[in-house]
């Protein structure tokens, strides 16, 4: 039985797309914050926003680079069915983390695996979010969290639904993990900072 390539192309140019529209830094100008990539990280992900001091610039990036990777998904889901879903949403996950508009340095993911998540299978969506808030609670480690609920995601998404979901989930995982290399090794070495703290890394 021979697979249909050209929906899938299509779905993860349409995920990319989406993807790479860096709302972190267009909500952050739009907002007289200066531009994000010269705070803290660089990063232009929520949790770099967070480091400007305004939460609600935060919050409405956190939800946007959401809905970029969900709407996709749902796009692709209607027009070429469940798999083209999928790589919709790792197309968005690519685009987030490595925007050609900024020279492919982007976010790192976190926010754009929860609307994938959401839109795939809410319910694993919904593990995801709790694993990351109660190892963030219990740790006090953004980054943590975020390496927790990736690495069990696709467990998950086999448990719940099924192994090509899990595959997917693994993919995104697998980016989140190189996104967060340096924090990796900032765990490792002790030096990571916590949640609430007045340091500038991510």
């Known amino acids: ?25 267009l909500l952050t100008r739009s907002a007289g914050l200066g531009d994000i990539r010269d705070i803290g990280s660089g990063n ?17 990036t956190l939800v946007l680079d959401a809905s970029k990777a969900a709407v996709p998904v749902l796009l692709a889901r209607g027009l070429w069915g469940e798999e083209a879903a999928m790589i919709a949403g790792i197309g968005a996950f690519l685009g987030h ?69 899990a595959g997917a989930a693994a993919v995104m995982a697998l980016l989140l993990f190189f996104q967060h290399r340096e924090n990796i090794a900032r765990l490792i070495a002790g030096t990571e900072p916590r949640i609430g703290s007045e340091k500038k890394k991510a």
């Open 97 to 165: 983390c490595f925007p050609v508009w900024l020279n492919f340095k982007g976010g790192k993911g976190v926010a754009v695996f929860i609307g994938s998540l959401l839109a795939l299978s809410w319910p694993v969506g919904l593990i995801f979010c709790a694993v990351w808030l109660f190892i963030a609670v219990a740790r006090k480690f953004s980054s943590l969290a975020a390496l927790t609920a990736g690495a069990t995601a696709p467990i998950f998404a086999y448990v719940v639904v099924n192994e090509y979901l």
């Open 1 to 25: 039985m021979s697979i249909d390539v050209l929906p899938l192309l299509y779905a993860v140019v349409l995920g990319y797309l989406f993807g790479s529209i860096p709302f972190g830094l």
């Open 44 to 60: 232009i992900g929520a949790t770099n926003v967070l480091r400007t001091g305004n939460r609600w610039i935060a919050f409405a």
